[in-house]
């Protein structure tokens, strides 16, 4: 691109060269590429669902397109967008270059993981274009396995394959984290995002396994009339939804806990100060990993499960909102006394913790088991998932996305556009998620496709929220897809000023190999106070040995 | 068009309870947000890049007072909260007593309703106020979910099993009821409305209701009319053919006594106990072998596929008025 010495994009070009690849980097990109197609087509969807509730009548969409659709749209942004977002992406692409490794520990399986993904995927989409399925993104029994109609069967296919793709990646950065750190990066060195990444692919490795056997039992309930969930042949419904959320829950903070890694990157790096409280971020990622293994049990309160274990699901749900705080105000003092640059990726970052916090705050809600059973199942629910996983998931992603974009492309998005991105998604967030509070605690159900008339206003407003944000969306795709071509090109290594390895030892756009040799790492993460010492050197060349072919 | 509701009615006792947690949760979560969202913004402005008048001396990098100060103030109030939510929901939904008792079905896509004297309905659900109701929620099909938003309760129709829930209308009027778990096509049309009568014009709406004092039909056929659920019960008993060997005196296979199944402690073949309730019955005409009553052999046949959820609660109700039990639990 830029400089004369070729770097990972371009010293090789051919189709085949990318799709066999084994480097992290263009693995990453690979995803980054096919994840945007789904983000893409979720979006539709959520449209379409928005378009309808504009009217309190079911009058644009027949109610059974309406159930596709709003089973589309969880399909796709769940298991084919925010699962794989940043973790596939940015810790594919990032992760190595930050511990100082040559790739991640098992190149061949990541890219598997990627055709793993890719075939799934499309197994999912032929299944919703032909003819779509209306089980809702849950797949709940016995109205998945022995009532809804269509190709539910190879949709579940297409997710455990995906599934497996999640599996592939977690083992990868596992091994990664423990094996391949560059001399000198101890695991207090390590940046953040790593203990972020590790915590998500430990309930990737460990969940992921389980959703997987649970939805292909119920493939086979539907085709073998094998009596698994279905009380009419024996099963019973409430086991699926214990395996189902034994996994969906965690899941939740596959999405969010990889975004809280990026958000301690950015904050550090726009702030130019050290992340407040190293240790306790850091633990904070691992007690949510652990911790959120055992509140499953909250979203089944009303299911008739025994009070007593409702009492330890809800306690431990009232637990695993620490650690989130914890984070919060963590980061709060790490913007205490720096210097705030107000930056695209910044903007987000700020925007991750108004939407998060929000999001977390009204979890509080649920946690407790007497307002939980009034909100369950109500707008209250989409809100604050929403809030969560798009308004702290997506935020992340987008906070990355500009972040790591100059890195990776060797090319700067347009300041000016991203900041107005950045402003249109907030606010259009918020307008379209905030009202969805106000019905759910009147007690709108959710996945209706007409509704009593008094809640008329805030659905309008919910949906005219929605196309700001829509047009939030649209933008990034647009002028980061024209900054690949004409955007200020950015050969220098560290356009931020940032610490971190991949800022100051690794390329724009990186070398094909990273690093010239593997780094020997004498700071640690964040030492913004010490500016004139590096966090990591190369060594100088061992003696060349004859007939040794290194280089 | 500004005149539209952002609260829900309240009009339950357990509602009232509720409604008061809410917003108790909810200005701690104003409280902690505003912390946030306003100390974020403040002090994302206050340090900007180019504001060089303000004091960046000091800028510790940890401190373990401030760690255990949010760590541990968010734990307590977090602990408080989750104290007094639990009490509150083990108050309403543990089981309770002295109630006026309810048969809810739900099938794809409707709400069928049954009242003890044998009155029913269809998405409608009308109810006396100022008495603490309970609702035994089952359904034939998928599973579905009874929501009252006014009274702030809600539980799942899950077929194969009854769930409970109580709560105790206070205002009389008309009120949004809802199936709140995506049950397919029609989910959005199964909806109605539960009605809240004054005592007094509740037992006239009975009397009125009451199986042949109208022109009201029944999904059983004829079994139904002029009679209370559990007389309708002892119709159905009759009907299968269960009183060939069950109460009667002169059967000529030994089965358990069923004026003793409600309520009692059944011991089981293999040890353990079971409560005589609504899902022991419920399993046991359905699929008798499951749990075995000590003392007796598995010869009942099952009658899985052969009994309707209306016809099962029938046939509970009339159990459980063979134990002396009325409505109202014991």
């Known amino acids: 691109m830029a400089t004369d010495k070729p770097n990972y994009l371009n010293w090789k070009t051919t189709v085949a060269s990318w799709l066999l690849t084994y480097d992290h980097k263009r693995i990453g990109i690979l995803y980054l590429v096919v994840i945007s197609i789904f983000f893409a087509l979720g979006g539709l969807a959520a449209a379409m669902i928005r378009m309808e509730l504009a009217t309190p009548k079911g009058d644009l969409l027949t109610s059974d397109v309406y159930n596709k659709m709003f089973t589309a749209h969880g399909v796709i942004m769940i298991f084919l967008f925010l699962i794989p977002s940043i973790p596939a992406v940015f810790g594919n692409f990032a992760l190595p270059l930050m511990i100082g490794a040559r790739d991640v520990a098992f190149p061949r399986l990541n890219l598997l993981s990627w055709y793993f993904f890719t075939g799934g995927a499309l197994l999912v989409l032929i299944a919703l274009f032909r003819g779509g399925i209306d089980t809702g993104w849950t797949f709940y029994t016995p109205y998945s396995s022995s009532f809804a109609k269509g190709e539910v069967s190879l949709a579940i296919v297409g997710v455990f394959l995906a599934g497996f793709a999640s599996i592939f990646t977690g083992i990868n950065f596992l091994v990664t984290i423990h094996k391949m750190r560059a001399p000198g990066m101890t695991w207090f060195r390590l940046p953040l995002f790593v203990w972020a990444m590790y915590a998500t692919s430990l309930i990737q490795v460990l969940g992921t396994p389980v959703v997987a056997i649970t939805l292909l039992l119920v493939a086979v309930e539907r085709s073998f009339k094998i009596g698994i969930f279905d009380p009419n042949l024996g099963g019973d419904p409430i086991l699926y939804q214990h395996l189902f959320w034994f996994y969906s829950h965690p899941a939740v903070y596959i999405m969010i806990l990889p975004a809280m890694g990026v958000i301690s990157e950015v904050i550090s790096a726009f702030s130019k100060r050290r992340v407040f409280g190293y240790h306790f971020v850091a633990f904070s990622s691992l007690a949510i990993a652990i911790i959120g293994f055992l509140v499953w049990g909250h979203h089944m309160f009303s299911t008739g499960q025994s009070m007593y274990a409702g009492i330890v699901f809800s306690f431990l749900t009232w637990i695993v909102a620490i650690p989130s705080a914890i984070k919060t105000f963590n980061w709060m003092a790490t913007i205490w006394k720096g210097r705030v640059h107000w930056d695209t990726p910044m903007l987000y970052a700020l925007g991750f913790m108004g939407l998060f916090v929000i999001g977390g705050l009204t979890g509080l809600h649920l946690a407790a088991m007497a307002t939980n059973v009034h909100l369950t199942d109500t707008y209250f629910i989409v809100a604050h998932f929403h809030y969560v996983m798009v308004g702290g998931g997506i935020m992340g992603y987008l906070a990355a996305l500009h972040f790591w974009w100059p890195k990776m492309t060797g090319r700067m998005y347009p300041e000016g556009w991203g900041k107005l991105a950045a402003m249109l998604v907030f606010v259009g967030f918020n307008l379209t998620f905030f009202p969805q509070f106000i019905l759910g605690y009147m007690g709108m159900p959710r996945r209706y496709h007409s509704y009593p008339e008094e809640w008329a206003v805030l659905n309008v407003l919910s949906t005219a929220g929605s196309s700001v944000l829509g047009l939030g969306y649209l933008l990034p795709l647009i002028y980061l897809t024209w900054s690949l071509k004409y955007g200020k090109v950015v050969t220098e290594r560290n356009p931020w000023g940032a610490r971190g390895l991949e800022w100051e030892l690794v390329d724009t756009p990186p070398d094909p190999h990273n690093f010239e040799r593997t780094p020997i790492v004498t700071r640690p993460a964040y030492d913004y106070n010490h500016p004139e010492e590096p966090t990591a050197f190369i060594p100088k060349p061992r003696p060349v040995v004859v007939g040794g072919k290194d280089g | ?330």
């Open chain 2, 1 to 330: 068009m500004w005149n539209f509701p952002l609260v829900p009615p309240t009009a339950s006792k357990e509602g009232a309870d509720i409604s008061l947690l809410y917003w108790a949760i909810t200005t701690l979560a104003v409280v902690f947000g505003s912390i946030v969202l306003f100390g974020v913004i403040y002090l994302a402005v206050r340090y900007r890049a180019d504001n060089n008048a303000v004091d960046r001396s000091n800028a510790t990098e940890s401190d373990l007072r401030v760690e255990l100060a949010w760590t541990l103030i968010p734990l307590v109030l977090a602990l408080i909260m989750f104290g007094w939510a639990t009490k509150l929901y083990a108050d309403i939904y543990a089981p309770r007593e002295g109630y006026y008792e309810v048969f809810v079905i739900g099938k794809q896509w409707m709400w069928h309703c049954q009242h003890p004297n044998g009155a029913r309905e269809n998405n409608v659900l009308t109810l006396p106020a100022g008495r603490l109701v309970k609702a035994s929620i089952i359904s034939q099909d998928v599973i579905h979910a009874f929501s009252i938003p006014a009274f702030r309760v809600k539980r799942d129709a899950v077929p194969g099993r009854y769930n409970a829930m109580y709560f105790t209308p206070t205002k009389p009027g008309e009120y949004h009821l809802f199936c709140t778990e995506y049950c397919g096509t029609k989910h959005s049309e199964m909806i109605g409305k539960v009605v809240v009568l004054p005592e007094k014009e509740f037992q006239a709406w009975l009397e009125k209701n009451a199986p042949g004092a109208t022109a009201m039909t029944t999904t059983t056929g004829a079994a139904g009319a002029g009679l209370t659920l559990a007389q309708q019960g002892e119709q159905t008993f009759k009907a299968l053919g269960c009183n060939a060997c069950h109460l009667n005196p002169n059967s000529a296979v030994k089965v358990p006594d069923l004026t003793k199944t409600w309520g009692s402690e059944i011991p089981l073949e293999g040890g353990g106990t079971v409560k005589g309730d609504e899902a022991y019955i419920r399993e046991s005409i359905l699929n008798p072998g499951a749990k075995i009553h000590a003392g007796y052999q598995n010869l009942m046949p099952p009658y899985q596929g052969q009994v309707s959820e209306e016809q099962l609660v029938q046939l509970i109700a009339y159990i459980k008025s063979l134990a002396g039990v009325g409505e109202g639990g014991k």
